[in-house]
């Protein structure tokens, strides 16, 4: 049974979160919201707990753990970089990816010597985590292999029955996962793009890079599968401004004449019958509001039943656009595991 509890997500229930730690404490799962996305946590200390999470996402055993903390004091180890960074990024979107300290599961490792680590920057989070009283391990909460969820109905729809209790805190705010900087690799590694930007790490930390060296595979192991997919087949449309239309009609026309039923995830603002689609999911225009909304879109379309999704896709090699074609490319299946190029191709 999977129970779910409404929760403020500036001014959270005080009994809310109370309930949410014990259910750590007692070795259960609870799903709460981040700046992210929705995390399926766990008693990071306690293995068996740690397995469950495995077991309700259907996750390969060999994918560890982001491990979420209340305060940078409850992490030894930073080091002298790792300290300038959570100065300026915690609470925030940055995980770091650490010695694994005693006391933290192997579990969460999946056997690596390492533990990934982040203060998340969200009230619901963090007294969930205060109250629990203990690091909580924490994927995002979905099926393996399906898409991030931001909202709680997306935990739901993957989870219902999997989970013990669902602290349901309306949207997240920034919709892509946190970033994942490998701060035992020389030099630093960014393993995952997101919300704080390789050039803003740059800034505090020179020399970092991003993706693995060219032919070698990424050390981040989930990076490996393919990720964020929803299920109907995602095409990316990397035709920009005056040409999104013209490149959309033809591409949708070609597969509904197949008997596909397509849907288009664009900025602005469209009508099916200008992209030649059967249905439209509309984003903002900030890239900002594209991250926000794209997982959502995902599972919009799906919902909408979609077959093929032209998904537009002209975004910036760099700051929020590299996370944002990072994603794009996941769902479409096309990400190479190395760095990405820049802009789409
Ligand atoms: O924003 C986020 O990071 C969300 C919220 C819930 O905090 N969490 C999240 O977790 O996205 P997950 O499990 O979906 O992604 C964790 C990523 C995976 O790519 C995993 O392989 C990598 O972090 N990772 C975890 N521990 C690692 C380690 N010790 N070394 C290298 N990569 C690691
Ligand atoms: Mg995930």
């Given at each position: 049974?999977?129970r779910?509890?409404?929760?403020?997500?500036?001014?959270?229930?005080?009994?809310?979160?109370?309930?949410?730690g014990?259910v750590?404490?007692?070795g259960?799962?609870?799903?709460?919201?981040?700046?992210?996305v929705?995390g399926?946590g766990?008693?990071?200390t306690n293995?068996e707990?740690?397995?469950?999470?495995?077991?309700?996402?259907?996750r390969?055993?060999?994918?560890?753990?982001?491990?979420?903390v209340?305060?940078?004091?409850?992490?030894?180890?930073?080091?002298?970089?790792?300290?300038?960074?959570?100065?300026?990024?915690?609470?925030g979107?940055?995980s770091?990816?650490?010695?694994?300290?005693?006391?933290?599961?192997?579990?969460?490792?999946?056997?690596?010597?390492?533990v990934a680590?982040?203060?998340?920057?969200h009230?619901?989070?963090?007294g969930?985590?205060?109250?629990?009283?203990v690091?909580?391990?924490?994927?995002?909460?979905?099926?393996?292999?399906?898409?991030?969820?931001?909202?709680?109905g997306?935990?739901?729809a993957?989870?219902?029955?999997?989970?013990?209790?669902?602290l349901?805190?309306?949207?997240t705010?920034?919709?892509?996962?946190?970033?994942v900087?490998?701060?035992?690799s020389d030099?630093?590694?960014v393993?995952?793009?997101?919300g704080?930007?390789?050039?803003?790490?740059?800034?505090l930390v020179?020399g970092?890079?991003?993706?693995?060296?060219?032919?070698e595979p990424?050390?981040?192991?989930?990076?490996?599968y393919?990720?964020?997919?929803?299920?109907?087949?995602?095409?990316?449309?990397?035709?920009g401004?005056?040409?999104?239309?013209?490149?959309?009609?033809?591409l949708?026309?070609e597969?509904r004449?197949?008997?596909?039923?397509?849907g288009?995830?664009?900025?602005?603002?469209?009508?099916?019958?200008?992209?030649g689609?059967?249905?439209v999911?509309s984003?903002?225009e900030?890239?900002?509001?594209?991250?926000a909304?794209?997982?959502a879109?995902?599972r919009a379309?799906d919902?909408?039943g979609?077959?093929?999704?032209?998904?537009?896709?002209?975004?910036?090699?760099?700051?929020?656009?590299r996370?944002?074609g990072d994603?794009?490319?996941?769902?479409?299946g096309?990400?190479?595991?190395n760095q990405?190029?820049?802009g789409i191709?």
């Amino acid at each position: 049974m999977t129970r779910v509890l409404r929760v403020d997500p500036r001014q959270p229930d005080p009994a809310a979160l109370a309930e949410g730690g014990a259910v750590l404490r007692a070795g259960g799962l609870v799903a709460f919201p981040t700046e992210t996305v929705y995390g399926l946590g766990a008693d990071a200390t306690n293995g068996e707990a740690v397995g469950r999470v495995f077991t309700a996402k259907d996750r390969p055993a060999d994918n560890p753990l982001i491990v979420h903390v209340a305060s940078p004091g409850d992490v030894p180890g930073l080091g002298r970089r790792g300290r300038l960074l959570v100065e300026a990024f915690w609470p925030g979107p940055l995980s770091l990816v650490l010695p694994r300290w005693p006391g933290i599961a192997a579990e969460v490792g999946c056997g690596l010597p390492t533990v990934a680590v982040r203060m998340p920057d969200h009230p619901v989070a963090l007294g969930l985590i205060a109250r629990a009283g203990v690091p909580v391990a924490a994927p995002s909460a979905n099926r393996s292999g399906r898409v991030s969820p931001t909202a709680a109905g997306h935990v739901l729809a993957d989870l219902r029955g999997r989970v013990d209790l669902v602290l349901d805190g309306g949207p997240t705010r920034l919709g892509l996962e946190s970033t994942v900087l490998d701060l035992t690799s020389d030099p630093p590694r960014v393993l995952r793009p997101g919300g704080v930007t390789l050039e803003e790490l740059q800034q505090l930390v020179p020399g970092v890079v991003a993706g693995a060296p060219l032919g070698e595979p990424l050390p981040s192991p989930g990076t490996r599968y393919r990720h964020y997919a929803p299920r109907a087949r995602v095409i990316l449309v990397a035709a920009g401004g005056g040409e999104l239309a013209a490149a959309m009609r033809e591409l949708a026309g070609e597969h509904r004449r197949g008997g596909a039923r397509v849907g288009a995830l664009v900025r602005g603002s469209w009508e099916p019958g200008q992209l030649g689609v059967d249905i439209v999911h509309s984003l903002g225009e900030s890239l900002a509001e594209v991250a926000a909304g794209l997982y959502a879109g995902l599972r919009a379309l799906d919902a909408g039943g979609a077959d093929v999704i032209l998904a537009e896709a002209a975004f910036p090699g760099e700051g929020l656009g590299r996370a944002i074609g990072d994603r794009l490319r996941r769902a479409a299946g096309t990400h190479s595991g190395n760095q990405s190029p820049p802009g789409i191709q």
